[in-house]
């Protein structure tokens, strides 16, 4: 029988990719580790417990929060600074970013921003939902974060993962050197690297995309999509379109199995929904990290200038090939962003 690498081990193991961290890195990763583990059981328990459904508030994006939304945000805040090794955390569910005051935490190296339950609007149709997670080394010197510490280029991030809840729940991270996935054995509690050195491929066939918002696309967009619905058995034409809704369960299958995600402007909403810092940030240096390209259609996802916490992109993320076919259909008819 093969030994089995546990998360825990493999952090250890890693140290040495930060020998500057001198291990606060390691207790970021395992604060993240924990959380995940507690949201998870909550996850299993929905519907057996009073866990789903709205609270009957919006967060500040606007969008209406469930209460494991509420109930994971938590959980993350108080993981993150109950290790003290981070000086703040900057949240999708909240409107600004949280310092904080502790002695340890202020004199951390670190800050988080993320997405604690993305796909929440599926959390009560049994649908796979995730959390993303990216992580920056501040720039202030020491003290409670502040705005600066968040506001970086993607370029600038030292770790970037996500978690599945789904038919089984794992873990998939990044420090700068691969990707690697961990798969939780409920039975003992434990992440297992069960994905070691992911990698996407080159190419794929699916497309994943909200195609009920097609009348409202770039031109660029339309013709892309008419792109992969085309019978070309040369370019194994026609794709096939895979929507699930959820961003993590989108992005985790085409990463696995090859493939591109749009969320385009539109006419309504010219920037997307998708937030730079909380959600195409970090999958952006996963995908990079796999072998695959992000981009807002024009420009590297991680070059883009940081200007505000809830700050908003276009994304079209997967397949290195895909994605460059959709940057020239893009580039065609010059329908450049409105904030690039």
Same mark, same amino acid.
């Given at each position: 029988m093969s030994r089995v690498t546990t998360l825990a081990e493999f952090i250890v193991e890693k140290q040495t990719d930060f020998p500057y961290a001198q291990g606060e890195l390691s207790r970021l990763l395992t604060a993240i580790r924990l959380a995940a583990k507690i949201v998870n059981r909550e996850v299993n328990k929905a519907g057996l417990v009073d866990i789903l459904g709205a609270v009957g508030g919006e967060n500040v994006q606007g969008e209406e929060q469930q209460k494991l939304d509420v109930f994971a945000n938590e959980r993350f805040i108080n993981a993150l600074e109950n290790q003290g090794v981070v000086c703040g955390v900057a949240s999708e569910e909240n409107e600004d970013f949280i310092p904080f005051h502790s002695d340890m935490a202020q004199q951390s190296k670190y800050v988080v921003a993320m997405d604690p339950l993305d796909g929440s609007s599926n959390i009560d149709v049994n649908v796979s939902i995730g959390t993303i997670f990216s992580i920056?080394?501040? %720039?202030?010197?020491? /003290?409670?974060?502040?705005?600066?510490?968040? =506001?970086?280029?993607?370029?600038?991030?030292?770790?970037?993962?996500?978690?599945?809840?789904?038919?089984?729940?794992?873990? %998939?991270?990044?420090? /700068?050197?691969?990707?690697?996935?961990?798969? =939780?054995?409920?039975?003992?509690?434990?992440?297992c690297l069960s994905h070691p050195k992911m990698r996407i491929p080159e190419t794929g066939k699916i497309y994943s995309i909200n195609e009920g918002n097609y009348v409202h696309f770039p031109q660029g967009v339309k013709e892309y999509l008419k792109y992969c619905q085309d019978h070309d058995p040369a370019t194994n034409r026609p794709y096939t379109a895979r929507y699930i809704g959820s961003l993590v369960a989108d992005f985790h299958r085409n990463l696995i199995k090859g493939g591109i995600y749009i969320y385009p402007g539109t006419t309504k909403n010219p920037n997307g929904k998708l937030r730079l810092l909380y959600e195409c940030d970090p999958l952006a240096f996963l995908i990079e990290q796999a072998g695959g390209r992000a981009s807002n259609g024009f420009k590297r996802i991680m070059e883009l200038d940081a200007t505000e916490l809830h700050q908003r992109t276009p994304m079209f993320i997967g397949s290195t090939k895909m994605v460059e076919e959709a940057e020239a259909f893009m580039a065609k008819y010059q329908e450049v962003p409105a904030r690039s």
């Open positions: 920056f080394r501040r %720039v202030t010197d020491h /003290g409670p974060a502040q705005l600066e510490d968040f =506001l970086q280029k993607g370029l600038e991030q030292v770790a970037a993962g996500y978690v599945i809840y789904g038919s089984s729940t794992m873990l %998939v991270y990044s420090t /700068g050197n691969g990707v690697n996935g961990f798969t =939780l054995d409920s039975s003992i509690g434990v992440f």
